[in-house]
């Protein structure tokens, strides 16, 4: 099972790719928990990429390819990829790999939201840093306020959180990831869910749109 997340940030992408590896088992590729992470270990790619993620902008197409490059080298045939592909260069490289692979896509499913609500969900998001683990502070939050349920460490609210930086990244999400939509439309593998229902009702969603059931006693 071979799956891609499209939406804007604070869809709840990050969420439901964290169900679908806890539920199913399928491997979860964050290209910004990747970013992230290479940015706290200040390797060549982070500090050539934390600039732009400062700024909310996309980190250019060449080192994020090259990295979901190296990840497809060690991943299993199944995994859903949160975060990527973010324009259509991404989206054809991704077919690119995969075609040599001979592993086709089984769905792409698209998460929508409105404006107002992703903004408010942005500014109350807090992160675990370790594991990209996301709360919300009204809606979800952790048993104990800035600590992790799971790992008992602190939480912290991402600084491209920030309204400025939301507000861009919500603008290269319009003007370069949204073409992705009809990319992806025109497959007939595109999924549309509506990113406002509930956790749970959106976990069903995607389980039925991708032809899994669900699994008594999972974690969610
Ligand atoms: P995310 O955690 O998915 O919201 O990503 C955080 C930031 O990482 C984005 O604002 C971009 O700067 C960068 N990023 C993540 N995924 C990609 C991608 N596929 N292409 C380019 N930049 C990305």
Redesign the pocket.
């Known amino acids: 099972m071979r799956v891609v997340f499209l939406g804007p940030?604070g869809a709840g992408?990050?969420t439901q790719a964290r169900i679908l590896h806890e539920r199913f088992g399928l491997e979860q590729i964050?290209?910004?928990?990747l970013?992230?992470r290479n940015c706290v270990e200040q390797t060549e790619l982070g500090r050539q990429?934390e600039g732009?993620?400062a700024r909310?902008?996309?980190?250019?197409?060449g080192l994020?390819i090259a990295m979901i490059e190296r990840e497809l080298r060690r991943l299993p045939t199944g995994f859903v990829m949160?975060?990527?592909?973010?324009?259509v260069v991404?989206a054809e490289a991704l077919d690119a790999l995969l075609a040599r692979r001979g592993w086709p896509l089984d769905a792409a499913i698209l998460f929508t939201a409105d404006r107002p609500t992703l903004i408010a969900r942005l500014a109350s998001r807090w992160t675990n840093p370790r594991n990209g683990r996301t709360y919300n502070v009204l809606t979800n939050p952790p048993k104990v306020a800035g600590i992790d349920d799971d790992d008992a460490g602190e939480l912290v609210q991402r600084d491209?959180d920030r309204a400025e930086t939301v507000a861009t990244?919500l603008d290269?999400y319009d003007a370069q990831t949204r073409p992705l939509i009809e990319y992806y439309r025109k497959t007939g593998k595109l999924v549309d869910v509506n990113a406002l229902a509930s956790v749970e009702a959106v976990a069903e969603r995607i389980a039925a749109a991708i032809g899994t059931t669900h699994v008594p006693g999972a974690r969610w």
Request: glycine content about 14%; hydrophobic content about 30%; cysteine-free.
């Open positions: 940030p992408k990050g964050s290209t910004g928990d970013l992230r990429a732009y993620m909310g902008e996309l980190v250019p197409d994020v949160d975060g990527f592909p973010r324009n991404q491209d990244r290269v």
